[in-house]
């Protein structure tokens, strides 16, 4: 108890003094999931918004697979990015592989399908309230999820920050890709795996101190967003 009472006083210090090795790896952490978070957003949600506007038969089988992939374990899917961007793989002359690039494909897998999935319960509302009106308008289906995405945007935020708090928290995935390299592809997770291991469990309670903090923020931003959307 007297060992992991030093620990965590350690990782408040290094909190407090703004350690280098943390900053670099918490930095590094926010840079890579932020950006795969807006990617996946930004393929995301028209394509989820899409689907909630338009009836074909292949729908109801896209929106299964999307719900299916949720529960995707995240190992699967860094064995897929890995196999896509290893060299005999069709990205492998990218030489991606054990990069932060490689880590953001990763965490683009992970979070698409959640983004799609969320987006299009986002937006099936509005198009149900605003379908006649967009159609006596003569509306194209661009302009609808165009318009469509702008009425749900408080939701929509909500959503980014559902993928945000998916990517951030992940490990498994990142690390098959990335290698955990010190310096270049070591996250807050990852080194929180790896240090714990090791037996150092002052930066490891440290940069899990910072991402509990980060984890209960986005919690609270989604939580404030869905209180202000219901008011409406």
């Keep these: 108890?007297?060992?992991l009472g030093e620990a965590f006083l350690i990782a408040l210090q290094l909190i407090a003094v703004g350690d280098r090795e943390l900053l670099r790896t918490v930095e590094l952490s926010l840079r890579v999931s932020l950006t795969a978070s807006g990617?996946?957003?930004v393929l995301g949600a028209p394509l989820g918004t899409f689907l909630a506007i338009q009836s074909f038969s292949a729908r109801p089988v896209l929106l299964v697979v999307s719900n299916a992939l949720l529960g995707l374990?995240?190992?699967v899917v860094g064995l897929v990015a890995y196999l896509v961007l290893s060299r005999a793989?069709?990205?492998g002359?990218?030489?991606l592989l054990f990069t932060w690039e490689a880590m953001v494909f990763a965490q683009v897998l992970l979070t698409l399908p959640i983004v799609v999935v969320l987006s299009y319960r986002a937006t099936?509302?509005?198009w149900t309230d605003y379908r006649d009106s967009l159609?006596?308008?003569g509306s194209s289906r661009l302009q609808s999820v165009s318009l469509l995405i702008a009425a749900a945007r408080g939701a929509l935020v909500t959503v980014f920050l559902a993928a945000f708090?998916?990517?951030i928290a992940e490990v498994g995935a990142i690390m098959m890709v990335g290698g955990n390299i010190r310096g270049h592809t070591r996250t807050m997770t990852t080194t929180i795996a790896l240090e714990t291991s090791r037996g150092d469990l002052a930066l490891a309670l440290g940069l899990g101190l910072i991402l509990v903090a980060l984890t209960l923020l986005v919690s609270s931003l989604a939580f404030v967003l869905n209180r202000r959307m219901s008011d409406f």
């Design 1 to 3: 108890m007297d060992d």
């Design 39 to 41: 990617l996946a957003f």
């Design 73 to 75: 374990p995240s190992v």
């Design 89 to 91: 793989g069709p990205l």
């Design 93 to 95: 002359g990218l030489g």
């Design 124 to 126: 099936e509302t509005y």
């Design 135 to 137: 159609v006596v308008l």
């Design 165 to 167: 708090g998916r990517a």
